[in-house]
């Protein structure tokens, strides 16, 4: 029987995968942008690694420890900083794969339950509201389809691109 703990990690892995395939051969146009209001590959990766901040992986894994009781969501920021933008491919794929990793590791221990059972108020900054969060419902809905709508956005810019 697969638990949702094994269903996580599975994601987890296929996310990375999908993930580096989408930045593949993009090293020489880590910041090119379609259109002026885009976001380009360099955002939408470095928007994946710090929302919210301090990354996915540091938030699910204080929850689960208890470390964590409440913290900020905010959207739509990119959060390339100019050290960033100085950043090459293989820095940029570090730094998304190290969150992949500690979600995968703050996962990888613990059972149904406490994914289902640990609780943390999650301040969506852009609604005004306080929300509660479980770990599995920011796994269900701020990794998992969040990320994915935006490896979409990579995908995208991939075919804008010729790639």
Not at 81 to 98: H, K, N, P, Q, S
Not at 116 to 125: K, S, V
């Amino acid at each position: 029987m697969t638990t949702q703990r094994d269903a996580h990690i599975q994601t987890i892995r296929a996310i990375r995968e999908d993930l580096l395939a989408a930045l593949d051969g993009m090293d020489y146009c880590l910041d090119w942008k379609p259109e002026a209001d885009s976001w380009s590959a360099r955002e939408v990766v470095y928007h994946l690694v710090d929302t919210p901040m301090g990354g996915l992986h540091t938030i699910i894994g204080g929850i689960l420890d208890g470390s964590i009781v409440e913290f900020d969501v905010t959207p739509d920021y990119t959060n390339v900083t100019l050290e960033r933008l100085g950043y090459d491919i293989d820095r940029v794929r570090g730094d998304l794969t190290a969150v992949l990793d500690g979600l995968e590791k703050a996962v990888g221990d613990v059972d149904d339950a406490a994914l289902d059972g640990r609780r943390a108020l999650a301040h969506l900054t852009a609604r005004g509201e306080d929300q509660e969060r479980t770990p599995e419902m920011l796994l269900t809905g701020l990794f998992a389809r969040h990320w994915r709508e935006h490896l979409g956005q990579l995908r995208e810019l991939r075919e804008i691109l010729g790639m």
